[in-house]
């Protein structure tokens, strides 16, 4: 499957009832982030907005254009994070006869966890840069959509929190420690984020 | 717009995403909770579940069967939230020149606020609900899919506070005050009811 959000959404939710493994819980998290970051950019475009400046209208729309940029890229990773999960696959069943094939099978692996790293990484990335964009909108938009923009903070930080559980299960599969850690530590940074905005 | 779900996710989103007021935070929250209970439908059904006798087997069979049922209840919310949302804005714009008119838009806005209340209600009832069964999974089902199935808990758990905070928000416009009672207990309990599973 290559075009996860090409389909209906009623399409996608039965895709992921399927028994088929993807799209599973990286992809939902990355739409959820989605729908946080798209209702996010709504919520900063209403009328009656709390800027009292034209600076403040200014940073209220720079906000606005900037979640609407990350609802883009978390759209994109609905994809990204289903394809990183099929090359983790595909490693996996890689032949490992001789000492060379499992030598290319073990490499194979550890390139596809990375990717299978990068992909909820990136995706805890846009959710808590979204959420820091979310603390201007939420001061300066309409106050009567204050209840949205708290829905958005929820699913954003659910979409990090979920993102988080893949970037760390696949974190166990990685032999490069030091890679490891630096990952460790940019998850806990983007936690720490996260709550501060929430 | 009257079928949400038959949209793209992309379309979807670029619809949260526009300055029309629905799809709104209520339709969000109703997906990231159908989202979630997908996600738990597909994992009840893993092969290699811990399910050691045949009781065990029915009961994990049985969740996943419930879950599949409320994500197709929480899909179809998506279009029932936006369309109480409207309900609402119609119910507002209706004439109040002359006293019958008055007591007609008040009357509308009040069925209309209870519909609107409704909606977002039997989001968190589902989610609740999904979440429960999320617990047999989690003990039954297959142990490699345990951060999918954490994934669909903060899915679940982000859509049940998502829709909380619409009903909170419409329960402010509603006068019977014996109803709006009846209503904050249930949240309060399906509060409860959420944070005992998650």
Redesign the interface.
């Known amino acids: 499957m290559s075009e996860?959000?090409?389909?209906?959404?009623?399409a996608?939710?039965?895709a992921?009832?399927?028994?088929n493994p993807t799209p599973?819980?990286?992809s939902?998290?990355a739409?959820?982030g989605?729908?946080?970051a798209?209702?996010l950019?709504?919520t900063a475009?209403?009328p009656k907005s709390r800027a009292a400046t034209e600076e403040d209208a200014a940073r209220l729309r720079a906000a606005g254009d900037r979640c609407?940029q990350f609802?883009a890229e978390l759209?994109a990773l609905?994809d990204r994070d289903s394809a990183a999960y099929n090359l983790v696959m595909s490693a996996y069943q890689k032949p490992k006869g001789t000492d060379e094939e499992k030598a290319a099978r073990s490499a194979a692996i550890q390139a596809a966890m990375r990717e299978a790293i990068d992909a909820p990484l990136a995706v805890m990335r846009a959710c808590a840069d979204a959420a820091e964009q979310g603390v201007v909108v939420a001061a300066l938009g309409n106050p009567s959509a204050s209840?949205?923009a708290?829905?958005?903070l929820?699913?954003l930080?659910?979409a990090l929190?979920?993102a988080k559980?893949?970037v760390?299960?696949n974190l166990g599969s990685v032999k490069d420690a030091e890679y490891a850690a630096k990952i460790r530590a940019e998850v806990l940074e983007l936690e720490r984020a996260m709550r501060a905005h929430g």
């Open positions: 996860l959000s090409a389909l209906s959404v009623s996608f939710l039965n992921v009832r399927s028994p599973g819980g990286g939902a998290a739409l959820a989605a729908m946080g798209s209702l950019a709504m475009g209403l609407g609802a759209e609905i209840s949205d708290q829905v958005c929820e699913l930080a659910a929190r979920g559980l893949n760390e299960i």
